[in-house]
């Protein structure tokens, strides 16, 4: 199975899910370096390649996949967005620009990446999976720390993988025709085409311990979390590799538009 995953340059957010993928036997196209995944694809008999995208660039995302094609044996079938950029700030002092940049980093950019990847497969006429990596913050606000623009985003994710769910999902979801707008200036009664099923699904990861929570360890906030957690600690990368495992595969077949949440519930 070959799977396309997008990330931020912190090799600790996809390392240990890409780690589990290699050793179920998925080819992994990565659009940042990613250290010693190659090392590790090779090891367990699978591969890695590594193409550089930027999520807000529509013509990088094409040029990206022409790219790909002439070294890929088999369709994309599979995709996990990771990408996504954060910043703390008081919400009445917030720069708008940070604001508008963090949107659209990580709800444009994943919506564009999405979609070519569903036009891949569409043009494969196969049937696909989506993970996209939304977070807890977008179903309930960081405690302790303000990141509105982050928060807003990720609850974003969550009705955007829902939407293309239902859209991707089956024709009967989608009325004949639609209406003029500037978005569509010469609207089509005609039937739409028929795809294989794309699935949408996301994951709503807890605080995770990696290199980018040092600086919330130093303040104090990592304990802070784990003591509000019902297990007493904050999650680790490689606790993701199964859940995105189980939603790219046939396990999670009958699932999608659906929200997986790892154990962020907490106390109150």
């Known amino acids: 199975m070959l799977c396309f995953l997008t990330s931020s340059l912190n090799p600790m957010r996809i390392h240990g899910v890409c780690c589990n993928l290699h050793r179920s036997a998925f080819r992994i196209i ?3 370096p990613q250290g010693d995944l190659e090392r590790t694809a090779q090891a367990n008999g699978t591969r890695a390649i590594y193409q550089a995208i930027d999520v807000q660039d529509e013509g990088s995302i094409a040029t990206a996949l022409d790219i790909l094609k002439f070294d890929l044996r088999h369709p994309i079938c599979g995709f996990v967005s990771c ?13 708008a620009d940070v604001f ?3 949107l659209d980093v990580n709800i444009s950019g994943t919506f564009l990446l999405a979609r070519a990847i569903a036009n891949e497969m569409h043009q494969a006429s196969i049937s696909g999976s989506m993970v996209l990596i939304a977070s807890m913050s977008g179903h309930v606000s960081n405690r302790g720390i303000n990141t509105s623009a982050y928060n807003a985003s990720k609850a974003a994710i969550h009705q955007l993988a829902r939407s293309l769910a239902a859209e991707w999902g ?6 004949l025709g639609s209406t003029a707008t500037a978005t ?3 609207p089509s009664m005609a039937p739409r085409k028929e795809y294989p099923t794309v699935r949408v699904n996301t994951l709503s990861p807890g605080h995770i311990d ?5 600086a919330a360890r130093v303040r104090g906030l990592t304990e802070e979390w784990a003591s509000q957690n019902m297990l007493g600690r904050i999650s680790q990368p490689e606790e993701y590799r199964a859940p995105v495992i189980f ?4 396990g999670s077949s009958y699932m999608t538009g659906a929200v997986s949440t790892l154990c962020w519930i907490l106390l109150s």
């Open 170 to 175: 089956h024709p009967q979801n989608t009325f």
């Open 184 to 186: 569509n200036p010469h």
């Open 30 to 32: 990565l659009s940042s």
């Open 100 to 102: 508008r940049h963090i």
């Open 247 to 250: 939603l790219l595969g046939d």
């Open 83 to 95: 990408a996504a950029i954060s910043g703390e700030s008081d919400a009445c002092d917030y720069p």
């Open 210 to 214: 990696t290199p980018l929570s040092e």
